[in-house]
């Protein structure tokens, strides 16, 4: 897949586009802030600027599940019914990325097709490039450009890898988890990390086996009660739904607007939100000096001689890395004006 040229673009014209709704200006605003080049992130950071008052205005919505649960056919169902009740849908897909080639499939426009081909919606794969979380690194980014661009609902699908998938949950007003019937023992349901973070819990397909989506739900609830539950305003609902046959999305997005409605009145959407501000701000940092460490000069001349020796098993990997940050350690000397 051919990125969109970007660089013949003034950035007033790429603004007035996204404000506008326009899918193409949107799409090749998130490229900008995709993109690696120096130059690009600075331009990047002003067209941010620039937009973040038009944005927060979307309910935020996240949605995790193993791969075969039908996240994309659920989302693709889920996005018709809302244009349907006269909503704009953005859709933010993360795809895998390979961990010997680096690339990614990008096939959720093709897995969505009815939905692609809906000007009221804006589909946007993009590769996780080793993220961890089930997101890419500028998917908060691209939701703010959404949320600009005058879309109502924004969805974020995650690669669906397991457990440790709970970023999603960071970044958006609901986290939806979307589990299959007869999918494990009594035990999955109770495993931490992404489950106590769901909102909701939707077990998908039901329609194949209703007798086992039924018990399945049961267990779930029970499940839940031995939880903290993510929100004090709110006790996650366990629902059943058919995507394919369109079955349980009114019910569905019925729990969404009342999750979303318990916390403002609570005010703990905002108070939500900041603190995800919070977040973002602290991950920012944490990456970019993670790059500032590999660029520095002391590092790049130390890292190749300390690699063969932690890989020849002469150096310990903790040693190395004690090694590596002492060349930090330098830059952050007080001076002495003695």
């Not at 990047?44 to 996240?62: C, E, F, H, K, N």
């Not at 000007?119 to 949320?147: N, Y």
């Not at 609830?221 to 629902?239: D, E, Y």
């Amino acid at each position: 897949m051919n990125a969109p040229d970007i660089a013949g673009e003034t950035d007033r014209a790429l603004i007035d586009g996204v404000l506008a709704g326009e899918r193409r200006a949107l799409a090749k605003a998130i490229t900008l802030i995709e993109s690696t080049r120096l130059d690009h992130q600075a331009r990047a950071q002003d067209l941010l600027a620039a937009l973040l008052p038009r944005s927060g205005g979307a309910v935020r919505v996240g949605i995790s599940g193993v791969p075969g649960v039908g996240k994309s056919t659920f989302i693709e169902a889920l996005g018709l019914f809302l244009i349907d009740q006269g909503k704009r849908v953005a859709v933010l897909a993360v795809d895998p990325s390979s961990t010997i080639s680096g690339g990614s499939i990008l096939g959720d426009k093709t897995r969505m097709e009815r939905l692609s081909q809906r000007p009221e919606a804006f589909i946007r794969p993009s590769p996780s490039s080793g993220s961890l979380g089930g997101v890419a690194e500028k998917t908060r980014e691209a939701l703010l450009l959404c949320e600009a661009a005058g879309y109502e609902v924004v969805i974020v699908e995650t690669v669906g890898v397991g457990q440790s998938e709970t970023a999603v949950a960071g970044m958006t007003d609901v986290f939806v988890l979307l589990q299959l019937p007869n999918a494990g023992d009594d035990l999955q349901a109770i495993k931490k990390g992404i489950v106590e973070l769901a909102d909701i819990v939707v077990f998908n397909k039901a329609d194949i086996d209703r007798h086992a989506a039924e018990m399945a739900a049961a267990q779930m609830r029970t499940a839940l009660t031995m939880l903290r539950p993510a929100s004090a305003h709110w006790k996650p609902p366990v629902l059943k739904a058919s995507a394919a046959k369109n079955e349980g999305l009114a019910e569905f997005w019925q729990s969404v607007a009342a999750h979303r409605a318990a916390l403002e009145a609570a005010g703990a959407l905002v108070a939500k939100r900041r603190h995800q501000a919070l977040a973002w701000m602290w991950q920012l940092i944490d990456s970019g000096l993670r790059a500032r460490f590999r660029d520095h000069p002391g590092v790049r001349a130390a890292l190749p001689q300390l690699l063969d020796a932690v890989d020849g098993g002469t150096v310990t990997p903790a040693a190395a890395a004690q090694q590596l940050l002492g060349c930090l350690s330098h830059d952050y000397e007080t001076p002495n004006y003695d």
